[in-house]
């Protein structure tokens, strides 16, 4: 059993920034893929970002130039550096492992 463990979303003005992580546990071996993945009201789920083992990483194009994705391979751990966040990337995000285990989510809120 695999367990994810998000955090740091909250509120931001316009322009602001967030980081976030998320932290895996349980029956891991290795991990190949990690990313993080948006879901607004209404909208359905959407890939933001990932990174494989080797560091090779992906961005939707909504968020290149202004989000990174990193990991920890010590820690299990992933985390995406948000800057210059807009009202448009409020949503909830939601931490994945080798496109199979999900995080519960958690609140991204862009506003002034």
């Known amino acids: 059993q695999v367990q994810l463990v998000e955090s740091g979303g909250g509120l931001v003005q316009p322009g602001g920034s967030l980081r976030l992580s998320c932290a895996a546990s349980g029956s891991i071996f290795s991990i190949y893929v990690m990313g993080w993945y948006r879901q607004a009201p209404g909208k359905q789920r959407e890939l933001v970002a990932h990174i494989i083992a080797g560091g090779t990483t992906t961005y939707a194009d909504s968020v290149k130039g202004r989000f990174t994705i990193s990991r920890d391979n010590a820690k299990n751990t992933v985390y995406l550096q948000m800057n210059s966040l807009k009202p448009e990337d409020t949503a909830v995000y939601y931490c994945?492992?080798?496109?199979?285990?999900w995080g519960q989510g958690t609140q991204v809120t862009v506003s002034s």
């Open positions: 994945n492992i080798d496109w199979k285990y």
